[in-house]
Nanobody, 119 residues
Framework: QAQLQESGPGLVNPSQTLSLTCSVSGGSITTNGYYWSWIRQPPGKGLEWIGRIRYSGDTYVSPSLKSRTSISRDTSKNQFTLQLTSVTPEDTAVYYC???????????WGQGTQVTVSS
């Protein structure tokens, strides 16, 4: 059974870069058939999907965030990372990492981490 844990700064200054890491245990991020993804929920709003990195290493990012977002991985540490540049207060949210399979079924989630963008 996989376990995911987000880590990163809880407070980021506007215009800076937000970096979050999702550490995975109980399963390899290179295992065929799985996608490792980021999603966020701003206060009082619904979930917004950010992007994913596939077991093969290729990535896909939501078009609405593509210009500011990159997702990468470190297979030696079994981690994947989200970087969001030029953040604004509108990027304030709880950020979650999760795993889903080729049937688009999400089975394991991190507990979420609050990120606030403020000076």
């Amino acid at each position: 059974q996989a376990q995911l844990q987000e880590s990163g700064p809880g407070l980021v200054n506007p215009s800076q870069t937000l970096s979050l890491t999702c550490s995975v245990s109980g399963g390899s991020i290179t295992t065929n058939g799985y996608y490792w993804s980021w999603i966020r929920q701003p206060p009082g709003k619904g979930l917004e999907w950010i992007g994913r990195i596939r077991y093969s290493g290729d990535t896909y990012v939501s078009p609405s965030l593509k210009s500011r977002t990159s997702i990468s991985r470190d297979t030696s540490k079994n981690q994947f990372t989200l970087q969001l540049t030029s953040v604004t207060p509108e990027d304030t949210a709880v950020y979650y990492c999760f795993r889903y399979n080729e049937l688009r079924y999400a089975d394991y989630w991190g507990q979420g981490t609050q990120v606030t963008v403020s000076s």
